[in-house]
């Protein structure tokens, strides 16, 4: 019986020293896993392992469970909307498109493997995406201003299952230089009312998911600050266009003052300005531009006398009796004119 003893020995080391097939050691686990879940975004990350020798690439597998089930199941595309988390040279994996349900609690493990070995599981606490994840602010967010108002319409941070919860959201606004105040809004068309005209706002907004079923909800982040002006209504557009008009009129009757001013005192000056300066006859700037030309004797010519020019001519004839007469006789104012005293040729 004593041969049997080194045997029996012998079988026990060897079968406390075989890993467990669950948790095999041959392999350092990744280190350091999280998930990161900020509104759709869910990821899964951990550190590379390293090895000291070149024994080729590590690659990943990442499973899950559900607490309602004692069994894992791979990240892979058979499993999860072609998603594929298993055999990967990547430190993380996306499982956003895997498709867990939102409400419902996950787990997550990862190991790293090479070449038939594989190392230790390491994983994540529970989780539900809608539960943990960050909300972010809510997105696209559009302002028109009104008539003492401000008309805001945003979308939601991400798209959520109506069936399972829905978005309500906060706005935080303020006049310049004034508390803040907070209004909630059901509606992604949010409108404040109330407001000074021609003043400026400064507001954020902040989405909220709450269930449907249950009072849980989850808050989000506030966005950045933005700042806008109101626009005027109808008292104070009538009053911009009387102070404008009231402007205009005065400005035009100061202007219109200043140029009788000017033109009374600086009268004599203005007449000279006005006044047009002698000119010079065109033949003397001839001469003087080429002294050379006749021009003094084409001056002589134009001022000599012109012939007279007459229409006709008459001719007086005298008789000889007449020309006899005393040159002191006169003839009656009325009396007859002698015959032929005027022919005309």
């Not at 020293?17 to 948790?23: E, F, G, I, L, R």
Request: charged fraction near 20%; aromatic fraction near 10%; hydrophobic fraction near 40%.
């Amino acid at each position: 019986m004593r041969p049997l003893l080194p045997l029996l020995w012998l079988l026990l080391g060897l079968g406390a020293a075989a890993p467990t097939a669950d948790s095999p050691s041959q392999l350092p686990a990744p280190q350091n896993p999280k998930i990161h879940l900020y509104n759709a975004e869910q990821v899964l990350s951990w550190e590379p392992v390293s090895l000291s020798g070149d024994e080729g690439p590590v690659v990943y597998r990442v499973q899950f469970k559900y607490p309602t089930s004692s069994n894992w199941f791979d990240i892979a595309p058979s499993r999860s909307h072609n998603v594929n988390c298993s055999g990967i040279t990547a430190t993380e994996c996306n499982f956003a498109p895997a498709g867990f349900q939102p409400m419902h609690s996950v787990s997550l493990r990862v190991r790293a493997e090479l070449r038939g070995r594989a190392s230790a599981w390491a994983a994540v606490p529970w989780f539900q995406h809608y539960l943990n994840a960050t909300i972010g602010p809510p997105e696209n967010i559009r302002v028109t201003p009104g008539q003492g108002s401000l008309t805001i319409s945003v979308s939601p941070p991400f798209d959520v299952m109506p069936s399972m919860a829905h978005f309500s959201y906060y706005v935080r606004y303020q006049e310049k230089d004034r508390p803040w105040d907070q209004l909630p809004f059901k509606s992604q068309l949010i409108k404040l009312k109330g407001l000074k005209p021609l003043q400026v706002y400064c507001f954020q907004v902040e989405a909220e998911l709450f269930w449907n079923s249950g009072k849980m909800s989850r808050q989000g982040l506030f966005s950045n600050v933005s700042c806008h002006e109101t626009a005027a209504d109808a008292s104070t557009k009538l009053q911009e266009v009387v102070l404008i008009a009231l402007g205009t009129f005065l400005s035009l009757t100061g202007l219109a003052g200043a140029c009788v001013f000017l033109t009374l005192r600086y009268r004599g000056l203005i007449k000279r300005w006005l006044h047009s300066p002698p000119g010079i006859p065109v033949q003397i700037g001839e001469y003087l531009r080429d002294p050379e030309q006749p021009v003094l004797e084409a001056l002589d010519r134009d001022s000599s006398p012109k012939e007279d020019a007459w229409d006709s001519v008459s001719v007086l004839s005298v008789p000889e009796e007449e020309r006899m007469l005393p040159r002191t006789q006169h003839q009656s104012p009325g009396g007859p004119q002698p015959a032929g005293a005027d022919s005309e040729l």
